[in-house]
């Protein structure tokens, strides 16, 4: 891996990191000419990438230009919807987690229904190895493998019995 970022697909919100087009890419396209992409996610309208200096960056929705998320801050991993609403978690490297984005389910677990358009810490653990979000609703991990669940328990996906959850709650039984 030479740390390059390569994209291909649909392009209509700049989720490609190039220039926005109803057209769309069918074989990859280079995203820039920096070499020290680490880790990348996608949505259906944006792009979150993760530099081998853990600075996080954000293209989509409109801007096809690569802006860095909560400048100063340092990422290991982030996790968006594939809804074409974009809530966005992620884990820090002090094992933090926080979220930003749409929260109509609660799925972002800060306690509200409020959308955030900076990342806000969720509860104050450290101990955050892994996250990944749905549709309506997330699920988190700890580094000492216990699962917590949050956000809106359609067809059961919280597997706590809860229909709602706004902020993260220990699976049991597991």
């Not at 944006?46 to 960056?57: R, V, Y």
């Not at 992620?90 to 972002?108: K, R, S």
């Amino acid at each position: 891996n030479n740390g390059t970022l390569w994209m291909w697909g649909a392009n209509r919100s700049g989720q490609l990191g190039v220039q926005i087009s109803d057209t769309p890419r069918l074989a990859p396209v280079q995203m820039g000419t920096d070499t020290d992409w680490k880790y990348v996610e996608t949505s259906s309208f944006s792009t979150f990438a993760i530099k081998m200096d853990g600075t996080l960056w954000k293209w989509g929705n409109g801007n096809y230009v690569p802006v860095e998320v909560a400048p100063g801050t340092r990422w290991t991993t982030v996790t968006s919807c594939v809804d074409t609403t974009v809530s966005v978690l992620g884990i820090q490297t002090d094992g933090t987690l926080w979220a930003f984005g749409y929260n109509d389910y609660g799925q972002l677990g800060d306690g509200t229904f409020e959308n955030r358009g900076t990342p806000v810490q969720i509860g104050f653990d450290t101990d955050w190895q892994a996250v990944s979000i749905g549709e309506d609703h997330t699920l988190g991990l700890k580094t000492n493998g216990t699962l917590y669940s949050w956000g809106h328990a359609r067809y059961g996906a919280l597997g706590t019995g809860d229909v709602w959850i706004d902020v993260p709650t220990l699976i049991d039984g597991l």
